[in-house]
């Protein structure tokens, strides 16, 4: 285990064990007596520290109040203030504290997840609904009306919101069914139109059957209009580019699996080195089934959602993601997903006559390797088969991907 994994690994037992709860006590003194604490949810970033959300219930001069709380091991842009706290470890660690939604780095949270500050900015009376957070990083909340339409509001760090109106700006103009930017502010506050359809994951659920060859179809030919104008944007790193980052966030989850995790991780990088992933084109970035919404009844794709990432890549990055997110659904809903073993693995032999078939399973291999550490849910007693199902699955690309090497190899030696 490198240096790192073994530090994070450390971090993610400081908070999920019992200093925990004397670390939210000292922090949260001054809103009141903490009665009881339980982890709700952790967020490792590989290399950028580890954020535990807790659930946890205060005695202040209210009365016993439940609160939402985060506490991470990571660098922060923001000193500590009366909705920040700082707590020196005796071991030169610090952690920071707050209460939700006062996000140090996400300030534009606390309007969006006030309905009465959001009604004024959108204009007529809204609902809200927290779909997800992940501190300091981002929040999407529904934002609904009387009349029964929905937006969403998507909360990003302040420099990031311009860069995720100009990707929605650019897709629309260029006839890609994704979101409209309905309002956007410069803290960070983007408001967006709903999608219309229904999930891609819906469909892979209830099986495809003859029409899977059309909807594979639907969803290339997307990727092949998506703009030109993305190649001028950043370049984010892709999945499989940061597989020895993925596979140390793997082992703090699957610390008995450390030697099998690394071996992936070199496997990757060995198979991205001898293969050809083609030319950069513009790239969706996080092309999977829950952000493509299909019209129901038919093989077409409705919209595009989550655009973050749109920027130049490879399209073996894109096909990686779908196909590596895909092979995961068994393991996460085993009853939920029946059909998918075999309709994946027709998907996977199409797209491998169309892109360098090792370039692709390098990066399927990679995509699922990232989602490993994701498996562990709190409060699930399922979570373990199905981190370990998801390494197997990620096994199994990357033995694909050898064959296909080995093969190529004994045909430029005859």
């Known amino acids: 285990m490198t240096d790192q ?29 903490v009665r009881t604490w ?45 909705t920040l706290t700082r707590i020196d470890r005796p071991d030169g660690r610090a952690v920071h504290v707050w209460l939700h939604p006062h996000d140090p780095e996400l300030p534009a949270l606390k309007t969006a997840c006030d309905s009465g500050a959001m009604s004024r900015l959108v204009g007529r009376r809204v609902k809200l609904e927290l779909l997800s957070y992940r501190p300091t990083r981002r929040g999407v909340l529904r934002v609904s009306h009387r009349d029964g339409s929905k937006a969403f509001a998507k909360v990003v760090r302040p420099g990031h919101a311009q860069p995720l109106v100009r990707r929605h700006r650019m897709l629309v103009e260029a006839g890609v069914p994704a979101p409209r930017v309905l309002k956007h502010t410069e ?17 892979l659920s209830r099986g495809m059957g003859d029409r899977a060859h059309d909807v594979l179809d639907s969803l290339t030919s997307l990727l092949d209009v998506l703009p030109d104008g993305a190649l001028d944007l950043t370049r984010r790193p892709s999945w499989s580019d940061r597989a020895d980052h993925y596979a140390n966030a793997a082992t703090t989850v699957l610390p008995q699996h450390r030697a099998r995790l690394e071996l992936l ?18 790239t969706h970035g996080d092309f999977y089934e829950a952000n493509i919404l299909m019209n129901p009844g038919t093989t077409e794709v409705s919209a595009l959602i989550d655009v973050d990432s749109l920027g130049p890549g490879y399209r073996v990055d894109d096909l990686g993601c779908l196909l590596g997110h895909i092979s995961v659904l068994p393991h996460l809903a085993p009853n939920s997903y029946p059909y998918v073993p075999d309709e994946l693995d027709a998907w996977t032999k199409r797209l491998e006559a169309t892109v360098d078939s090792v370039a692709l399973m390098a990066r399927c291999a990679g995509v699922t390797l990232s989602l490993i550490a994701g498996a562990r849910r709190e409060g699930s007693g399922e979570w373990l088969s199905d981190a370990e199902g998801r390494l197997a699955a990620a096994e199994l690309w990357l033995a694909r991907g050898y064959s296909h090497l080995a093969r190529r190899t004994r045909a430029a030696r005859s």
């Not at 994070?8 to 007596?33: H, I, N």
């Open 38 to 82: 339980k982890v709700h949810s952790i967020h490792h970033r590989p290399g950028a520290g580890v954020t535990v959300g807790y659930s946890v219930r205060i005695d202040g001069p209210g009365g016993a109040a439940d609160h939402y709380v985060c506490a991470t091991t990571g660098r922060l842009s923001q000193e500590p203030s009366d």
């Open 5 to 33: 994994a073994q530090r994070e690994t450390r971090e993610v037992e400081l908070l999920t064990g019992s200093d925990a709860g004397d670390m939210l006590s000292a922090a949260l003194a001054p809103t009141g007596t």
């Open 187 to 203: 803290d960070g506050l983007v408001l967006i139109s709903a999608g219309e359809g229904e999930p891609l994951a819906n469909m």
């Open 265 to 282: 991780a070199h496997g990757v990088r060995h198979l991205m080195a001898n293969s050809d992933p083609g030319p950069l084109v513009p």
